[in-house]
C-alpha cells in the first residue's frame, strides 16, 4: 500500500500509469555480457534524527478510522511488457519443476494461533486496503504490523501488550513526514545479533523519504533512536534485509513524478551508528540504469549463531518478470558497501548480467493486473502479484555452506502454486545454484502471496494463502524435513479456514505476507496472513500462527535421511544410481544399515557402501530386468540403527524398451537453382533404438516438369547421409516447390522436405561455396573457412552472411559480414563447446535470394585433468595432522595450473596446501584441533583451472 486514494480513482491511474512505462527488454538475457559493476554511489544523510520517549508512552492513539481506502493498482515496473504479452494471447510454459506426488501431513508441533490486527480486533475497525500484513519476532515479543496500524504480542502467551496504533506513531512528535504520513508498504524486523527492533515505513509524496526507527532496548514498547532518509524517486514497495555490516533496502523507483519507472533502488544503512543514534550515519544508494532490474530482495540473516563470512557482498535477487509471461532464470545481484570509504562501494549484476538458470515457470495471472484468484461465494477475482519474489529471501549459513530461500508465485496447470527454491554456495563464495526448487501445487486449489524460511536443523515452511471457486480464502502452510526427496513438500496443513471472501477491492490482496524465524530457539515458525471472517469490501482479518519441526533443538541422539536424485528412468533391463546421504542429529554417531523396499518385480537394489557410521554417503544401486513391468515406482529407502528407523524416498520410472527406428532430415532444407543448373542437400539417416536397417531414397512429389532427383548413394545401412541431386532443363517453370523426399526401409517409412526453388535463367543470381568444406577444431580453439560467392548471370550485389546448426558452444563470425566475393568464416569452441561432428549451414541472402553451402565441423576434445590423493584414507588422532599428495593428472597436453580447496571438513579440522596451485602436485596438511568431533569423514578436495573443476575425496578418520 503506499499514499491513499479513494477507490474511483483507479482507473485513470491505471490509464496515465500505462501510458508513460517505458518499453522493457524483450528477452531474457541467456548468455550475459561481463557483469555489470555499478559505481559512484549516491551518499545521504538523515535529514532529520531524535531518541523518541518510550513507545508506550507516544503509542496511545488507537488506528484512525478513515472509512474505506483503497491504495492505488500495483505499480508493475514492466507493466506495458506484461500487456504487449497478454494483448498476444502468450500462453504460460509448461513447468518443469512441479510436484507430483504428496507426501505425508507436514510434520510439525502448532504453537500459538492468534487473532490479528483486523476485523475482530479489540478496538479496531477496518479502514482501508490492501493489508500489507507483516511480522517479526523478538526474545519475548511479536510485532505485527499491516497497512496502517500495528500491534505488540506477547510471544508466550499470546497477550496484546501494545496497539492497535497508527504506524506514524512510531515517529510522533519526531516532525516531517515521518509523523504525518502514514502510507504503508511496512516492514517490521527483528536484528537477531543487536536484538533490536527495526521497523520501517517509506513516505510516498515529494520530498519522498524512508522513516527507521530502532529500539533502544529488545523491548517493543521502549524508546526508539528515529531517522529520516531522504529518497530520489517515488520508493514503492520497498523490502529489507538485516545483515552484520548494514540494513539492506531494495525499491522500485518511479522516478521524482511517482509515474515512470526509472530502475531499482539499493540502499545501504549504516547500522554501527544507528544502534547507537549516531546522527551521521550514512546511507549509500545505487540505482540501476536500466528498467531490466526490478521487485529486487536483499538477503535476511535468520542464522543469528553462524554470521556470512566476513566482509561478503550482500546478495540480493530478483527480476523475473523479463520475458512474460514466463521465465526460467532469476538475477543475481551483489552489494559491497564500504562505508568509510564510500566510493569504494559497489553494486554488481545490473542488467540482467548475473542469471541464475532455475526450472521454467509461468508467471502467475500471466504477471499482470489482471485478477485470476477465484474465491467462494462470490465472482470478484483476486490478484496473484506473480511479476516478483515474494518477501523474504531467508539466509542461513551452516558453515560448510551457506543458504537462501524464496518463493513466488506461478501458473501451475489450471490454477496457481507457489514455486520455492533453494539456492547453495559454499563458504566465502557468492556463486549461488540451485540446490532444490520445486512448485506446490498438489490439487486444483489456488495457492499464492507465499513466504519461506528455514529453521538451524534445515527444515522448511511455506505459507501462502489458498483459494478456489468453492473455497473463501483461506491461511495454509506446508514444509518439508531433509529426509524429504529433494523438490517435494510434506501435504499441507491449515491454520485458518475464511468463512467469506472479498469483494470490490480492485482485485488487490496484500502485496505480500511473512514467514519469520523465532532466533531465541532458531526453531519456531511464525507466520501471518490476511483472511475474511465474512464477504465484504474492507472488513480483513488478519492470524499469526506460530509452530515447528518436532526435531529441531532435539537433545536425543538421532538422524535423518535424504536421496538425490528425486527420480530416476531406466529401460527395462537397465539400472541406475541414487545417493544416500545421512545426516546426524543431536550428536548422533551410530553405525545406520541400509535396505530398500517398493521394488518392482524383476528389480534389486544394493548399498555402497551397505551401512554408514556417523554421516556420509552411500551409493544405492538399482537394477531392473527385461520383464519387470514398465511404471513408476516409489522406492522407500530405510536406515535402521538400533531401534531407531528413519526413511526417505525416492522415485523409479521403468520405460518399456523402444523399438527400433529411424527419422530423416536435409540440410540445407532449402535449395535455389537457375533454370538448366543442378542443386544438392544432404538427406541424413539417423537411428533410432538400435535400429540397423537399411533406408533407400526416393523422391515421391512435388518435383516440377522437366526436373529429376537422384541420391548418391541410393540407400543407407543404420545411418548415415546421401546427396540429393536435383536437376532442372531450360524448360523446368521457374518458381516454388515442396520435395518430399522418403526413405524407406521394411516396415517403416519417414519422410523430411526441401524447399527448391527454380530461378529464371535470365535472372542475375549467385552460388556460395566453401573452400575448406571441413573443418576440425579442438575446444578453446578456432578454425577458418573461405565462403566464396560466385555471381550468375550478371549478379553483382552484396551478400550477407549467416551460419546455422552451431553445436552448443560454438560460434561464427565472419569478416565482412557481407560480401561480394568473399569472405573468411571463424568457428570458435568454448573451452566447454559439444564435441563430435556437425553440419553447418552457411546461408547467404541478398534481396530475395537466398542461397546455402555446408561445412562439416568436428570439435575434439581439449586439453584437461584429473586428480588423485595418495593416500585416500587418513587417520588423524586430536591434536595431530595427517598428510595427502594431491596429483594432478594431465589429460590431452593439459599444462595449466591447478588451485585446490577442501570441503566438508568435520568441526575442528583445518585444511592446507603446499603449494595452494600447482602444475603437478601438492601437500594437503588436515589439522585436527583437540576438540575436534570423532569419526570417518569424506573431505573434498576440488582443483580448479579457469573453467575446469575437479575433485577427489578423501576418506579422514578423527581418532
Known amino acids: 500500500m503506499k499514499s491513499k486514494f479513494a477507490s474511483v480513482t483507479l482507473s485513470v491511474l491505471s490509464v496515465l500509469f500505462l501510458a508513460s512505462v517505458t518499453p522493457a527488454p524483450s528477452l531474457a538475457q541467456e548468455t550475459p555480457a ?62 518443469s519443476a512441479l510436484q507430483t506426488s504428496s507426501g505425508p501431513l507436514v510434520s510439525t508441533t502448532p504453537g500459538l494461533d492468534l487473532l490479528g490486527v483486523g476485523n475482530g480486533f479489540r478496538g479496531y475497525t477496518v479502514p482501508d486496503a490492501p493489508t500489507d500484513v507483516n511480522l517479526a519476532v523478538g526474545d519475548t515479543q511479536v510485532v505485527q504490523w499491516v497497512n496502517v496500524s500495528y500491534a505488540v504480542f506477547n510471544k508466550t502467551t499470546g497477550a496484546v501488550i501494545a496497539g492497535p496504533v497508527a504506524g506514524n506513531q512510531l515517529w510522533a512528535n519526531f516532525g516531517g513526514p515521518c509523523a504525518t504520513s502514514n502510507g504503508g508498504d511496512i516492514i517490521p524486523q527483528w536484528d537477531k545479533t543487536a536484538h533490536r527492533w527495526v521497523m520501517t515505513q517509506n513516505v510516498f509524496s515529494a520530498p519522498y523519504a524512508t522513516c527507521i526507527a530502532i529500539s533502544q532496548t529488545p523491548d517493543a514498547t521502549g524508546p526508539y533512536y528515529r531517522f529520516q532518509f531522504p529518497q530520489s524517486g517515488f520508493p514503492d514497495y520497498p523490502k529489507w534485509g538485516m545483515w552484520p555490516d548494514a540494513y539492506y533496502q531494495s525499491q522500485n523507483n518511479f522516478g521524482p513524478t511517482g509515474s515512470t519507472y526509472v530502475g531499482a533502488t539499493a540502499c545501504a544503512y549504516e547500522r554501527a551508528k544507528m544502534l547507537v ?61 564500504d562505508f568509510t570509504t564510500p566510493s569504494n562501494s559497489t553494486f554488481t549484476g545490473a542488467g540482467g548480467t548475473m542469471p541464475i538458470n532455475v526450472a521454467s515457470f509461468g508467471l502467475a495471472c500471466g504477471g499482470g ?45 489450471s490454477s496457481v502454486g507457489e514455486r520455492w527454491y533453494e539456492f547453495h554456495a559454499p563458504e566465502n563464495s557468492t556463486s549461488l545454484s540451485v540446490f532444490q526448487q520445486g512448485t506446490f501445487a498438489p490439487d486444483s486449489n489456488y495457492r499464492w502471496m507465499g513466504s519461506i524460511a528455514m529453521d538451524s536443523a534445515q527444515d522448511i515452511a511455506l505459507g501462502y494463502s489458498i483459494s478456489s471457486p468453492g473455497m473463501y480464502p483461506s491461511i495454509s502452510y506446508t514444509g518439508r524435513v531433509p529426509s524429504d526427496a529433494l523438490g517435494t513438500m510434506e501435504s499441507e496443513a491449515q491454520i485458518v479456514a475464511g468463512t467469506g471472501s472479498q469483494s470490490l477491492t480492485g482485485n488487490r490482496w496484500g502485496d505480500y505476507t511473512s514467514m519469520a524465524i523465532d532466533g531465541a530457539d532458531d526453531c519456531t515458525f511464525w507466520y501471518t496472513n490476511q483472511y475474511y471472517m465474512v464477504t465484504a469490501q474492507f472488513d480483513w482479518s488478519t492470524r499469526l500462527a506460530s509452530f515447528k519441526f518436532p526435531s529441531c533443538g532435539s537433545t536425543t541422539p538421532d538422524f535423518s535421511l535424504s536421496g538425490s536424485p528425486p527420480s530416476q528412468s531406466v529401460v527395462q533391463g537397465q539400472g541406475t544410481t541414487y545417493t544416500v546421504t545421512l545426516t546426524p542429529l543431536s550428536g548422533f554417531s551410530g553405525t545406520v544399515n541400509l535396505t530398500a523396499s517398493g521394488l518392482p518385480s524383476g528389480a534389486a537394489a544394493s548399498y555402497n557402501p551397505p551401512s554408514v557410521s556417523g554421516s556420509g554417503n552411500s551409493t544405492m544401486s538399482v537394477t531392473t530386468s527385461t520383464s519387470t513391468p514398465a511404471g513408476t515406482y516409489t522406492l522407500t529407502i530405510i536406515g535402521t540403527s538400533g531401534s531407531l528407523s528413519r526413511s526417505t524416498t525416492v522415485s523409479l520410472t521403468v520405460n518399456a524398451v523402444a523399438q527400433p527406428n529411424f527419422s530423416l532430415s536435409a540440410s540445407p532444407s532449402s535449395v535455389t537453382v537457375t533454370q538448366g543448373t543442378n542443386g544438392t542437400s544432404a538427406i541424413t539417416v ?75 535463367a535470365t535472372q542475375p543470381n549467385f552460388s556460395l561455396s566453401a573452400s575448406q568444406s571441413s573443418v576440425t577444431i579442438t575446444q578453446g580453439t578456432s578454425g577458418t573457412s573461405t565462403i566464396t560467392v560466385n555471381p550468375q548471370n550478371g549478379f553483382g550485389g552484396s551478400v550477407g552472411l549467416s551460419a546455422s546448426g552451431l553445436p552448443s558452444g560454438v560460434t561464427a563470425s565472419f569478416n565482412p559480414s557481407s560480401t561480394t566475393s568473399t569472405s573468411t568464416l571463424t568457428l570458435t569452441a568454448s573451452s566447454t563447446a559439444t564435441t563430435g561432428s556437425a553440419t553447418v549451414t552457411i546461408t547467404g541472402t541478398s534481396g530475395s535470394l537466398t542461397h546455402t553451402t555446408t561445412i562439416a565441423l568436428t570439435v575434439n576434445p581439449g586439453p584437461n585433468f584429473s586428480l588423485s590423493a595418495s593416500p585416500s584414507s587418513l587417520s588423524v588422532a586430536r591434536g ?80
Request: aromatic share 6%.
Open 34 to 95: 561481463e557483469p555489470q559493476v555499478l559505481r559512484n554511489p549516491e551518499v545521504s544523510y538523515p535529514v532529520h534524527s531524535d531518541l523518541s520517549p518510550p513507545l508506550s508512552l507516544m503509542a496511545t492513539v488507537v488506528s484512525p478510522q478513515q472509512g474505506s481506502y483503497l491504495a492505488p493498482e500495483v505499480r508493475y515496473p514492466k507493466l506495458q511488457l506484461l500487456t504487449n504479452a497478454a494483448q498476444r494471447g502468450l500462453g504460460p510454459l509448461a513447468d
Open 277 to 337: 543514534g549516531d546522527s551521521t550515519a550514512k546511507q549509500i544508494c545505487f540505482t540501476t540504469p536500466t528498467i531490466f532490474d526490478d521487485g529486487l530482495l536483499p538477503g535476511d540473516l535468520d542464522s543469528a549463531g553462524t554470521l556470512p563470512p566476513p566482509g561478503q557482498a550482500e546478495v540480493f535477487l530478483g527480476s523475473i518478470d523479463n520475458t512474460p509471461p514466463n521465465g526460467s532464470v532469476i538475477y543475481k545481484y551483489l552489494f559491497h558497501v
Open 369 to 413: 493486473s489482471a485478477g485470476c484468484i477465484p474465491q467462494g461465494g462470490i465472482a470478484d477475482r483476486l490478484d496473484a502479484l506473480g511479476d516478483r519474489l515474494m518477501y523474504r529471501l531467508a539466509y542461513r549459513n551452516f558453515s560448510d555452506h551457506q543458504t537462501w530461500l524464496v518463493s513466488h508465485s506461478v501458473t501451475a496447470g
Open 686 to 760: 539417423t537411428p533410432q533404438n538400435g535400429f540397423n536397417g537399411t533406408v533407400t531414397f526416393g523422391v515421391t512429389s512435388g518435383l516440377p516438369s522437366n526436373a529429376g532427383a537422384s541420391f548418391s548413394p541410393p540407400s543407407v545401412t543404420g545411418s548415415g547421409n546421401s546427396t540429393m541431386s536435383v536437376t532442372t532443363s531450360t524448360s523446368t517453370p521457374a518458381g516454388t516447390y515442396t520435395l518430399t523426399i522418403t526413405g524407406t526401409s521394411p516396415g517403416l517409412t519417414r519422410t523430411t522436405t526441401v524447399s527448391l526453388t527454380v530461378n529464371s
Open 880 to 959: 595431530s595432522t595427517g598428510t595427502s599428495t594431491i596429483t594432478i593428472n594431465p589429460v590431452r597436453g593439459f599444462i595449466g595450473s591447478v588451485s585446490f580447496s577442501a570441503s566438508s571438513l568435520p568441526i575442528g579440522v583445518t585444511a592446507s596446501f603446499n603449494p595452494s596451485s600447482s602444475t603437478s602436485a601438492s601437500t594437503l596438511t588436515l589439522t585436527v584441533s583437540s576438540s575436534a568431533t570423532t569419526g570417518t569423514f569424506s573431505v573434498r578436495v576440488r582443483g580448479r583451472s579457469g573453467t575446469l573443476s575437479h575433485s577427489v575425496r578423501i576418506s579422514l578418520t578423527v581418532l
